[in-house]
T-cell receptor, first 113, second 115 residues
Framework: NAGVTQTPKFRILKIGQSMTLQCTQD?????MYWYRQDPGMGLKLIYY???????DKGEVPNGYNVSRSTTEDFPLRLELAAPSQTSVYFC????????????FGPGTRLLVL | GQQLNQSPQSMFIQEGEDVSMNCTSS?????WLWYKQDPGEGPVLLIA?????ELTSNGRLTAQFGITRKDSFLNISASIPSDVGIYFC???????????????FGAGTTVTVRA
C-alpha cells in the first residue's frame, strides 16, 4: 500500500538551479495536485491535473511547470530556483474532484540558497 | 483566494482533556474538511462536512459545520499523546458554473500534549 510517494525528501538548491520533484501514486486516481506549505500558512495549490495529458494552474503557479504523461506520475519542475521557493511541497491525489478525499504524499522539503 | 482564520494557532493540553479549535471564513463554503498532519508526514483527512449544521464524529473527534456556512469547529475528547500534530481546516466553495479545484486551507493549529 504505497499510496502517494514523493522524491526526494529533502533538497538544497542554489539560486538559478533547476530540479524536478517526483510524485507517483498507485491508486489509479485521475486527479493529482501539487501544494506548497510555507511556515505558518495554509497549503497553497500550485498545479493540478484531472487526468493524463491534462493540467491546469492553481493559486500560485509562477516559477513552476508540470506534466502528466501517465496516470501514475505528476512531476513538478522548478526551472530557475529562487529563495521564495523555499518551502515544503506536497503532492496529492484523489479519485474524484474536490472535495473528494485527497491522499497526500510525505512531502519534499526544499531549501533554496 | 478565500481567507481562512484558524484558532488557536497552538495549544498545550493535558492528557485526558477535551479541546476545541475553530476555523472561520470570509466567504460561504459548501464543504468543510479537517486534516491532521503528523511530523514529517503529509496531511490526512479526518472528517468531511457537507451540510450546514452537520455534526460528524470520527472516534474521539467531532466536527461541526456552522449554520452560517462561514465556520467550522473540531473537538477532540479525552486527549492522548498520539493527538500531537497540526490540525488544518479546509473549505471549498462550489458553484454550478465553476470548476474550482482549489481548497482553501487554514494555517493550522499545533497541538502538543503534556503527558
Amino acid at each position: 500500500n504505497a499510496g502517494v510517494t514523493q522524491t526526494p525528501k529533502f533538497r538544497i538548491l542554489k539560486i538559478g538551479q533547476s530540479m524536478t520533484l517526483q510524485c507517483t501514486q498507485d491508486m489509479n486516481h485521475n486527479y493529482m495536485y501539487w501544494y506548497r506549505q510555507d511556515p505558518g500558512m495554509g497549503l497553497k495549490l500550485i498545479y493540478y491535473s484531472v487526468g493524463a495529458g491534462i493540467t491546469d494552474k492553481g493559486e500560485v503557479p509562477n516559477g513552476y511547470n508540470v506534466s502528466r504523461s501517465t496516470t501514475e506520475d505528476f512531476p513538478l519542475r522548478l526551472e530557475l530556483a529562487a529563495p521564495s521557493q523555499t518551502s515544503v511541497y506536497f503532492c496529492a491525489s484523489s479519485r474524484t474532484k474536490p472535495p473528494g478525499t485527497q491522499y497526500f504524499g510525505p512531502g519534499t522539503r526544499l531549501l533554496v540558497l | 483566494g478565500q481567507q481562512l482564520n484558524q484558532s488557536p494557532q497552538s495549544m498545550f493540553i493535558q492528557e485526558g482533556e477535551d479541546v476545541s479549535m475553530n476555523c472561520t471564513s470570509s466567504s460561504i463554503f459548501n464543504t468543510w474538511l479537517w486534516y491532521k498532519q503528523d511530523p514529517g508526514e503529509g496531511p490526512v483527512l479526518l472528517i468531511a462536512l457537507y451540510k450546514a449544521g452537520e455534526l460528524t464524529s470520527n472516534g474521539r473527534l467531532t466536527a461541526q459545520f456552522g449554520i452560517t456556512r462561514k465556520d467550522s469547529f473540531l473537538n477532540i475528547s479525552a486527549s492522548i499523546p498520539s493527538d500531537v500534530g497540526i490540525y488544518f481546516c479546509a473549505g471549498q466553495l462550489q458553484t454550478l458554473i465553476s470548476n474550482d479545484y482549489k481548497l482553501s486551507f487554514g494555517a493550522g493549529t499545533t497541538v502538543t500534549v503534556r503527558a
